[in-house]
């Protein structure tokens, strides 16, 4: 990676500035200081060579209308899924299933994808200059997560399409009995994966 060296400038207030170039959104930039004084006196911060010490990444401005309904639709989505674990878990208590959970799940499926890939990649596209960085083409942990959630509620919308389309549980591929377990473990699923941080 190209390395630049850039002298600090001390100010009439007592404190020191530096101007680093503008660089193109979600380009990450690495630094270190270092001070000398004569020839043979190095103060490095850190002082490990190998490890940069300080990072940031430039950032664009993304429109704030995409970002407020963005998370506004991920809430509801994430309020969704938790009331079908609820209302699963009362299926496993009361032995029924107290309303339609299958096509509740594909609600909160459907307002999940709107709000993590449209209006994710765009805002993602607004701020960082790439729209998805998880899987396969990067290793970014909110893409990822957001996909992983995605690909499950899909898979178990899927399972019970029947109850989902036509209210018709014998088109199902999968009876009754599971059902509470595979939301449940949808729901299990969405918790870790917001508990672990970026």
Not at 28 to 52: F, Q
Not at 100 to 115: C, N, Q, V
Request: proline letters at 7%; glycine letters at 8%.
């Amino acid at each position: 990676q190209p390395q630049e060296v850039i002298q600090l400038e001390f100010l009439e207030s007592g404190n020191y500035f530096a101007a680093i170039p503008s660089q193109k959104r979600g380009t990450d930039v690495e630094y270190y200081l270092e001070a000398r004084a004569g020839r043979d006196l190095v103060v490095r911060v850190p002082k490990e060579v190998e490890k940069p010490g300080f990072a940031f990444t430039y950032k664009g401005i993304p429109n704030q209308a995409l970002v407020v309904a963005r998370y506004v639709l991920l809430f509801v989505a994430l309020l969704l899924f938790l009331l079908c674990g609820f209302l699963a878990f009362r299926a496993l208590t009361h032995r029924r299933v107290v309303v339609d959970i299958p096509r509740l799940g594909f609600l909160g499926t459907a307002i999940f994808f709107i709000s993590s890939f449209p209006l994710g990649m765009i805002v993602a596209f607004q701020t960082y200059g790439t729209p998805w960085t998880g899987f396969p083409v990067g290793n970014s942990l909110a893409d990822n997560r957001s996909l992983v959630i995605l690909l499950y509620w899909v898979a178990a919308s899927l399972l019970y399409r029947g109850s989902i389309v036509k209210r018709d549980p014998a088109r199902d591929l999968l009876g009754r009995k599971p059902l509470p377990y595979i939301y449940l473990l949808g729901v299990l699923l969405v918790v870790v994966m917001f508990l672990i941080p970026n």
